[in-house]
């Protein structure tokens, strides 16, 4: 993987985010802001059956965060939240401590490595994860 922030890659998933649209009718809808840099991402959670069905999401924001929405949008269909915790969780310590963590996630995630080596960009990548985990708690909180 490149070591450039902004390579192929991430411009390649960035695009697809902006297809990511919102859903008509969720199990939960969150909205979160990060301060620092004025990322805003709207994130819709259809889940039934201890599955998430869908996944819809509007983004503001930067490269990064469209990036990461874009991969959350395209594989938790299908996935259980402890599931989607747990690679949440491991997308921070990648982050924050050792992006190899990322080699043994979702393929696309492995193209966050460089981010590591930015402290200040880490939470551009976190917002949408972020957004999924309060979106998987109010969901299920909803039952």
């Not at 819709?44 to 819809?56: E, I, K, Y």
């Not at 924050?96 to 696309?108: A, F, G, N, T």
Request: proline residues 6%; glycine residues 4%.
């Amino acid at each position: 993987m490149k070591d450039d922030l902004y390579h192929r890659t991430l411009l390649d998933l960035a695009r697809k985010a902006r297809d990511g649209g919102r859903l008509e009718a969720p199990s939960a809808s969150v909205v979160l802001d990060n301060p620092l840099c004025g990322d805003r991402i709207t994130l819709d959670l259809d889940l039934s059956d201890a599955r998430v069905r869908a996944v819809g999401h509007r983004v503001r924001g930067c490269l990064l965060c469209q990036a990461a929405a874009a991969v959350i949008d395209a594989r938790a269909p299908g996935e259980s939240p402890a599931s989607l915790r747990q690679i949440a969780e491991r997308v921070a310590l990648a982050m924050h401590r050792d992006p190899s963590i990322l080699d043994d996630l979702w393929p696309e995630l492995a193209a966050f490595a460089p981010v590591h080596a930015h402290k200040s960009r880490h939470e551009c990548v976190l917002l949408p994860f972020q957004a999924l985990v309060q979106a998987l708690d109010e969901a299920e909180a909803a039952g």
